[in-house]
Nanobody, 126 residues
Framework: QVQLVESGGGLVQPGGSLRLSCATS????????AAWFRQAPGKEREAISC????????TYADSVKGRFTISRDNAKKTVYLQMASLQPEGTATYYC???????????????????WGQGTQVTVSS
């Protein structure tokens, strides 16, 4: 099973940018899918972006499309989430997840991912 460690969260002003990183270890993540989710207090965990490890196919939630970009560096075994034009509603704990048996072109459901990071907090506030 792959281990995931997120980093890059913090406090950012509305309209600002952050880049989150998800470092993987323990298994070669060279197939399947990696995804970013977020969960705000009192809300359900939301899938925001997904990337296929094999061909780089990406998907995005409508709420972040055009502002967030997911990417991966297979040599570094790291998945990134570049976030731009952040707004206060983007305040949440952001989680990285991965699974070797999934494909982003299907529905991206948190229950299907078997490996999770511990989360990194993003706070958007002036």
């Amino acid at each position: 099973q792959v281990q995931l460690v997120e980093s890059g969260g913090g406090l950012v002003q509305p309209g600002g940018s952050l880049r989150l990183s998800c470092a993987t270890s323990g298994s070669t993540l060279d197939y399947g899918a990696a995804a970013w989710f977020r969960q705000a207090p009192g809300k359900e965990r939301e899938a925001i972006s997904c990337i296929n490890e094999s061909d780089g196919t990406t998907t995005y939630a409508d709420s972040v499309k055009g502002r967030f970009t997911i990417s991966r560096d297979n040599a570094k075994k790291t998945v990134y989430l570049q976030m731009a034009s952040l707004q206060p509603e983007g305040t949440a704990t952001y989680y990285c997840a991965a699974d070797p048996m999934l494909d982003c072109e299907g529905s991206v459901n948190s229950a299907d991912f078997r490996s999770w990071g511990q989360g990194t907090q993003v706070t958007v506030s002036s």
